[in-house]
């Protein structure tokens, strides 16, 4: 974990975002501020709205009011971001290899070669086999699929992360596996990341800071162990029974 500088402008600004589906209001006035360097988590009750709020910041959704600066700017920053989207979301025709180029080739317009080359760092950073390359997506267990779609994240060499849920669906093997290798590619390369989790492990093993998103807002954004602190119900039963406990316990023995 890094020390969190708050005196310094922040990588995420979001002010009064807000969204909404038909009547059903998901976000009004919400706020939030990401800074550089940190592994920011983000957790909620189902339905809260995580993965709206992501969409959102990374551009992906127009919100329906709100103002979101990402490095300083309101827009034009795609480069400057990756997502790793639930479930991998890769392109199933395409190779894993195939997967990582495409967004090389079309955003910064170099040969197919080239990008090739590039997509085989990003395998190899993400600690995948060389040969994954040449796997489609139904070929891959899901350790590897969550590791491929890392590492088409990966692939503009972005200063920001998004990663919604990356260790879902994993064995706590594989999970443990792939939070060691987010710090790791964090402090090797700088990055801040912007990760939605519901896995506690995540939480006290990689998150510098811990956001709750309730209310149709972010109720509470700061060291894990405010966080846990804070008086509400929702935090109450998820960070103190049972597998809180015990994620706190394993975090404290490490």
């Not at 267990?141 to 890392?150: D, E, N, P």
Request: aromatic content about 6%; proline content about 4%.
């Amino acid at each position: 974990m890094v020390n969190v500088d708050l005196s310094q402008e922040p990588v995420i600004r979001v002010r009064g975002l807000c969204n909404s589906f038909g009547s059903h209001v998901v976000h009004e006035n919400l706020d939030l501020d990401v800074y550089r360097g940190e592994i920011l988590g983000v957790v909620g009750g189902s339905g809260s709205g995580k993965s709206v709020m992501l969409r959102s910041i990374a551009g992906l959704l127009q919100p329906k009011a709100g103002e979101v600066t990402i490095l300083g700017k309101s827009t034009g920053v795609a480069r400057n971001i990756g997502v790793l989207f639930q479930r991998g979301a890769l392109f199933s025709s395409l190779t894993v290899q195939e997967n990582i180029a495409l967004p090389i080739i079309e955003l910064l317009g170099i040969s197919r070669k080239k990008a090739n080359q590039i997509a085989a760092v990003k395998i190899a950073l993400t600690g995948l086999p060389a040969q994954a390359g040449e796997l489609y997506p139904a070929d891959l267990s899901g350790g590897m699929i969550k590791r491929a779609a890392l590492a088409r994240a990966l692939a503009l060499d972005p200063e920001i992360l998004f990663l919604d849920e990356p260790t879902a669906g994993l064995d706590p093997i594989g999970a443990a596996d792939f939070d060691k290798l987010l710090m790791t590619l964090r402090d090797a390369f700088h990055l801040t990341v912007f990760l939605i989790t519901h896995d506690l492990d995540t939480l006290y093993t990689a998150c510098d800071r811990v956001a709750v998103l309730s209310q149709k807002k972010v109720l509470v954004v700061d060291t894990l162990d405010v966080v846990a602190a804070t008086q509400d119900e929702w935090i109450k039963e998820y960070f103190h029974g049972p597998r809180g406990r015990a994620a706190s316990l394993s975090a404290a023995k490490a």
